[in-house]
């Protein structure tokens, strides 16, 4: 009689973990690293924090300065300050396709090499980059932009802040 | 030499973990001699040797295998210390994280001290019968053991030796992903059906051990012990920490929080195995250890009452849940 009664809760707890597993595979969740299938290799527009930068983790949320990086396999993957990009494109070896990043004046997704770059913006990250369409003085292009960040001459390095900002 | 060659604890755990290695290779080649010649139906003079040499080796093992007990939380120990060396790291966390070697090396001394618990029962099992059946199976199973533990020695060197002073590492914030609101949770459960399925897999461990259900308790056992790693991480130690954006495994070890981690994962860690050390007693050997069996329940309700003891003191201290 007991054995048969544990047999019954036994049977029971593990129903119960299991509808406890399903529900929870079926449920939506909070902010994703990547999107899949991305085979027109477009940027994809979307919402603050819809997604975590792959880089640092934090949550993609104010979109002037998010940015995407689609690579082979059509995986997009999202980043919430162009320095990440290039910290991330510099750590992983997938082959890259086209790397976009939001515009602060026009607003838009344009490829990183297509744009410009202030090195005074105060970027989620604080490193100071942000993207600019339209050429104007001060700005400098992508590779210049991408040397500085790795050489750490960013607004993280003191003697950097100082010149650029006086302070 | 780098720093951290020069802590005294990495010194005194690196001298302790090449003499155990030492005297266990050792024990090894005899073991190699042991099966290439052992026949127990013989009444030779080298029989005679080999089960005197047997025992000793036995002894060795079994004395090598306590020790490295006492080594694991001293490794954690160890580098608990080293992130005060390391910049960037609050805790072991960082530590563990500063080089690839860590991660892999925690976990296989994890599985070491598991096997070689295992070891100890079918040893005593070997020793408890007079003809020594279980000799060979022992045996290869050292053979197995040994193996990984020369990975383990060969990854502590290289841990140890390359942990960087003057790179900084992330600390457990950055790690367990609260910066962005991560959620390194599996099977995408939420921390409500975290705790439910937490309580839901101990009750069924409990079921499945009292109903004397081997494979369902081996089964159970492996269930609990993930989702209680990742309660403990993501629900009890917030509580522990008293901070919900805190969670982390290994800053409970420290002294702010009167070490309790060494308890808590110790219980966690002991329970599981005793349980499973059980479940494989009766599948294997048909042996129904009723004392195995209680100290397993023990330690297990001992963990779960520990962990939810905190969430009750946080609640009725505070009147909020975190």
């Known amino acids: 009689m007991k054995k048969v009664f544990i047999n019954i809760i036994t049977f029971v707890v ?3 973990i299991i509808i406890v597993l399903v529900l929870s595979l079926g449920e939506k969740k909070g902010p994703k690293y990547f999107s899949k299938n991305n085979t027109t290799a477009q940027a994809i527009d979307i919402h603050p924090k819809e997604y975590q930068c792959s880089d640092c983790n934090m949550d993609v949320e104010d979109l002037n300065y998010a ?3 689609i690579t082979k ?4 993957y999202f980043f919430d300050d162009i320095g990440c ?3 991330w494109s510099q750590k992983h070896k997938e082959e890259i396709v086209k790397m976009f990043t939001q515009t602060l004046d026009t607003h838009k997704w344009i490829e990183v090499k297509k744009a410009w770059y202030s090195r005074i913006a105060p970027s989620p990250m604080g490193y100071g980059f942000a993207a600019i369409e339209n050429k104007k003085e001060g700005l400098i292009p992508y590779d210049e932009m991408q040397t500085l960040m790795l050489q750490g001459k960013n607004l993280h ?5 100082k010149k650029l900002l006086g302070k | 030499m780098n720093e951290i060659l020069l802590s005294n604890e990495v010194i005194v755990y690196l001298l302790s973990e090449t003499l155990l290695y030492l005297l266990l290779f050792i024990a090894f080649l005899v073991t190699l001699g042991l099966l290439k010649k052992w026949n127990f139906n013989a009444f030779t003079a080298e029989q005679f040797i080999l089960e005197n040499r047997s025992y000793l080796v036995m002894t060795i093992i079994f004395f090598v295998i306590l020790l490295k007990v006492v080594l694991l939380p001293y490794f954690v120990y160890t580098i608990d210390n080293l992130s005060d060396l390391i910049p960037g790291a609050m805790c072991g966390a960082g530590v563990i994280k500063a080089n690839g070697y860590g991660n892999p090396l925690l976990i296989l001394k994890i599985i070491i001290l598991f096997l070689s618990g295992l070891w100890l029962t079918v040893n005593s099992i070997d020793l408890g019968a007079k003809n020594y059946p279980y000799l060979k199976l022992k045996s290869w199973f050292f053979v197995f053991i040994f193996i990984l533990l020369s990975t383990e020695f060969a990854l502590d060197i290289l841990y140890f030796t390359h942990i960087e002073t003057s790179n900084p ?11 962005g609101g991560a959620n390194g949770l599996p099977f995408g459960l939420d921390i409500p059906k975290l705790m439910i ?3 839901l897999l101990f009750l069924l461990l409990v079921l499945a051990i009292l109903a004397d259900n081997a494979l369902l308790t081996i089964v159970a056992s492996i269930l609990f012990a993930s989702i209680s790693y990742y309660a403990v991480v993501y629900v009890f130690g917030t509580y522990i920490y008293e901070l919900p954006t805190h969670q982390c495994p290994f800053c409970m070890l420290q002294d702010h ?3 309790i981690g060494y308890l808590v994962w110790g219980l966690l860690f002991l329970g599981v195995f005793f349980a499973i050390d059980s479940a494989i007693m009766y599948y294997f050997f048909k042996i129904n250890s009723k004392a195995l069996k209680k100290i397993s329940l023990i330690l297990l309700g001992l963990f779960v009452l520990l962990s939810s003891a905190y969430i009750a003191v946080y609640y009725i201290k505070n009147g909020v849940f975190l």
Request: hydrophobic share 45%.
């Open chain 1, 14 to 16: 593990v129903v119960s």
């Open chain 1, 67 to 69: 940015a995407e990086i």
């Open chain 1, 73 to 76: 396999n059509d995986n997009t």
């Open chain 1, 85 to 87: 990009v290039v910290l």
């Open chain 1, 157 to 161: 390095d003191p003697f950097v802040k």
């Open chain 2, 169 to 179: 590492v992330s600390c457990c914030s950055v790690i367990f992903g609260q910066i």
């Open chain 2, 197 to 199: 399925l937490f309580y």
């Open chain 2, 257 to 259: 929080y009167y070490y």
